[in-house]
Every structure is written in structure tokens, then in C-alpha cells.
């Protein structure tokens, strides 16, 4: 699976930015997608992930509510709706993908830089 991120920018607290993933090189829907995100300083956390067969959806506790992922299966594409942002959301994000019956997230896109200003 190949997966290209895309979608951050600059966003003032409060505002809202979509993100998307796009995967390539696989066509069955085995698989679950992720979003983990990256802050300065700081490892990798996970924050999202949807079931690419079933679209159920996993969130951190600091996103539920204000975060929302999705996918479009005719696109190949994951989304991750962000609103009511916080500076502290501020990071790169990645979008990855982990095979059904698989521990590991093996497949990882290019991050993509949020970055909320207060």
C-alpha cells in the first residue's frame, strides 16, 4: 500500500482543516487506516484510525468530538476532519495503514504539517 497525505496548513484555534490520505496499490479492504501526529519534542501518537471494509472509527481521548475520520472506498482515500482546533493539536501528521489480523502499521504516507495558532 502506498499512501500520500495531504490537506495541513496554518489555522487560528478554533478553525477547522481536512486531511486526506490516499492509497494506492491495494485493492481489497483488508486493512485498517490510521492518523498519528507528531508534535515538536514529542513521539508519535496515534489519534484516528478507520476499518477500510467496515468504516468503524477509533479516536484518542483529546480528538473525540472534534475529530472525524472517514473513508470514500470508490476514492482509495482516508479523510480526517478536524474541528475546533487547539494549538495544541499542532503537528505533523501521518496517515498509516495495518493489515487486518497485523499488530504492526507497516505502511506509512509522507507527514503533513498542522499548525493551529492561538
Known amino acids: 500500500v502506498q499512501l500520500q497525505a495531504s490537506g495541513g496548513g496554518l489555522v487560528q484555534a478554533g478553525g477547522s482543516l481536512r486531511l486526506s490520505c490516499a492509497a494506492s496499490?491495494?485493492?481489497?479492504?483488508?486493512?485498517?487506516m490510521g492518523w498519528f501526529r507528531q508534535a515538536p519534542g514529542k513521539e508519535r501518537e496515534f489519534v484516528s484510525s478507520v476499518s477500510w471494509s467496515t468504516g468503524t472509527t477509533y479516536y484518542v481521548d483529546s480528538v473525540k468530538g472534534r475529530f472525524t475520520t472517514s473513508r470514500d472506498n470508490a476514492k482509495n482515500t482516508a479523510y480526517l476532519q478536524m474541528n475546533s482546533l487547539k494549538p495544541e493539536d499542532t503537528a505533523v501528521y501521518y496517515c498509516?495503514?495495518?493489515?487486518?489480523?497485523?499488530?504492526?502499521?507497516?505502511?506509512w504516507g509522507q507527514g503533513t504539517q498542522v499548525t493551529v495558532s492561538s
Open positions: 496499490g491495494r485493492t481489497d479492504s483488508r486493512y485498517y
Open positions: 498509516a495503514g495495518r493489515l487486518y489480523g497485523s499488530s504492526n502499521w507497516n505502511y
